[in-house]
Every structure is written in C-alpha cells, then in structure tokens.
C-alpha cells in the first residue's frame, strides 16, 4: 500500500531550492495528504477501445450496483474491501469496475462525505524573511485552494538549538492527533523517536528539507545533495 501511495507522488519528486519551487511543492505535499484520507463514493470512467458507445463518461455507484445487479451497499463494500459480500457478487462487481476502468473521484468524495481533515506540520522556530517562511506560505495556499475539502493545518514549532524542544513539540502533536504529519527532521535519534510514536499511532508523515530515508517518510521533498552539489561544481567551473 506505501508503495503505491509513493508511486503517485513521483510528478513532484523535483529539486526545490527556488523559494517559488518550494512552496509549489509544499502546496503539491497538502493536497496529498488531504486526498489520501478521502473516502469515494462515486467513480470517473475513462473512455475505451472496448467500451460501449453508450456508457455514461461518469458512473455512480447505483449505476454499477444495477450493472452488477447487486444492492449499492454491496458496491460500496467492494470498493472499500470490507467484508459481508459473496464471492460471487464480489467477483461481478470487480469485473465491472475493471471493464469500466474506474478512477476515485475525490473531490466528491469530499462534498458526500463532509468530513474534516485535520494535519499539522513541524518546522524549526524562524522569523519573517527566513526561508520557512516560504514553506508556510506554500502550505496555507493549499489549504486556501483547497477549502472545499474541509482541511485545517496547525502549525508546531521547535528551537532546533534547545535540546529536547523537538521532542516535545512532536508530543503535543500527538495529543492532537492529527490524520497526517508534515516534519523538518532534526538529530537522527530525537526524528527517530518522534517518528517511532507516529506509526504507533498510525498517523503518516513525510519530511522536507532533510531526508532520513531509513526512518521509511510516506515521502520526502526537498534538494537531491548530491546533484545539486555537481551542479553547483559545474557553474562554479564554468565561472573560473
């Protein structure tokens, strides 16, 4: 299941160190999160070489419980994975969707559901005119764009020169729980402890800026170092 989720975040996996790159990609980190804790209660078809001319462009899930000629609970269990449906009625319904080649239409899983998504996102302390300042804007422009999806964003700090302070700002975070988490890591063993606490209580996070990948982030955002160190070699011979 991570994998996939990973998969549908490679678009974005860019090099960010332009400050307008960088709140692009924050904005792209939100609106992820938001869409992976929408349920769907309706389906997009794409149009193929053998579908029929008269199938609808957008089926609802009474359309495809009439196909299947199975109860719209029924549907609605298959698409979720729940269990209480025959095989039979299971395989029917499956085989409908895979003809009709079904996409999750998210934004009216949204408006259905009514929902509230509640992240939040821990950055080092900074002032106006910091490079954090930046990465903010990117997310509450997000959050603006994407108001219709019932997101709010709460905002943690730490003082990455105070021992301790990131540790202890991550446990309010996880008093609030929160349905996702956005990090800046700090010292490998404080981020490690953190972390540690957030797949115990089931909460995703991903990281931007700095990358732990063996702490296993549901995604990271940031420079690659090591192309951007050849690239900054490149120009600096080029000057010479």
Known sequence: MQSKLKDSLFFIAFVCGHKDTTIFVITKIVIYL??????????????????????????????IAKMADVSVGTVDRVLHGRSGVSEASRKRVEEILEKLNYQPNMYASALASN???????????????????????????????????????SDYYYDQYESGAFIESGMRILEAQPDGVILSPTVEEETERFVSLLREAGIPYVFIDSNIARLEPLAFYGQHAQRSGYFAARMLRLLA
């Open 34 to 63: 938001c869409r992976k804790y929408l349920d769907y209660y309706c389906v997009r078809t794409q149009i193929t070489m053998n579908k029929p001319m008269n199938t609808p462009e957008r089926i609802r899930i009474k359309d």
């Open 115 to 153: 929902k509230k998504y509640r992240f939040a996102y821990l950055l080092p302390s900074h002032n106006e005119g910091d490079y954090w300042k930046d990465v903010e804007r990117g997310m509450q422009q997000a959050i603006t764009r994407f108001s219709d999806f019932n997101v709010s964003l």
